[in-house]
């Protein structure tokens, strides 16, 4: 079975600088051969390394909400695949992400765990399928995907709505771990003189060992974070 790494790049929020940063992340902290494919509706300056694919003419579809055409059986990789969101910073090995639960759909632990320690729902940021796994996910959305973008908050509320049997595992919290909320613990912010919000003060995170992949939900993004520990790291 064919492994593969897979990213959504959809309007100008990210350039293709993030997909091949992503590359080569992942690449440096996987032992285990996979190949990397990113969905996009513009491929200029990806890394000629990087298989492209468009993404589907879905109409009122836009970023975050084409991650259920990850389970479209008719996909046109086959096989496991891996998807991380562009925001991530990959910093030590991640094979453990192609060996756990090896049958099953695994996603995140929603980071509203931070505050809610019973917290049982999703953040689709980094989710390991096999192709063909839930496909009721894609094909409902697809029969009307505005109906489902405006009734969820986004496309991980979708998800976990449409694997109804509860047929996935979380990954284990310590794996994957927000930078603001749990590596940084939550630090002032204000905006920036480009209107960005960012942290009032450099700091260094709180890295636990089993920790490998750092999410970057919301503000800021990897590139323009001040911490050293980011500047050192997205690359």
């Not at 991650?67 to 990959?90: A, C, H, R």
């Not at 090995?93 to 192609?98: E, H, K, P, V």
């Not at 908050?153 to 603001?180: C, L, N, R, V």
Request: proline share 7%.
């Amino acid at each position: 079975m064919e492994r593969w790494v897979v990213c959504l790049k959809h309007g100008r929020k990210y350039t293709s600088e993030y997909v091949n940063t992503l590359y080569r992340m992942t690449k440096r902290y996987s032992t285990i051969d996979f190949k990397f494919a990113c969905f996009t509706e513009d491929a200029t300056g990806i890394d000629p390394a990087v298989h492209v694919f468009p993404l589907p003419e879905t109409n009122g579809v836009k970023g975050w909400w084409y991650k259920p055409y990850f389970f479209n059986p008719e996909l046109p990789v086959n096989g496991t695949i891996l998807y991380f969101d562009l925001d991530v910073i990959v910093f030590k090995n991640i094979d453990y992400l192609w060996t756990y639960e090896p049958d099953a759909f695994c996603i995140i632990r929603d980071f509203n765990r931070c505050s809610i320690p019973s917290w049982d729902r999703m953040n689709s940021s980094v989710f390991r399928l096999n192709t063909g796994q839930h496909p009721q996910v894609w094909r409902d959305f697809e029969k009307d995907p505005n109906s489902g973008i405006r009734r969820m908050h986004g496309d991980q509320d979708w998800i976990f709505f449409k694997t109804k049997d509860k047929a996935f595992k979380f990954w284990p919290d310590e794996w994957i771990q927000s930078y603001k909320w749990e590596m940084r613990k939550k630090p002032a912010m204000a905006r920036d003189k480009q209107g960005v919000r960012n942290f009032m003060t450099p700091g260094d995170p709180e890295i636990l060992s089993q920790t490998s992949v750092a999410v970057f939900h919301g503000d800021p993004n990897p590139h323009n974070c001040i911490d050293p520990w980011c500047k050192e790291h997205w690359k």
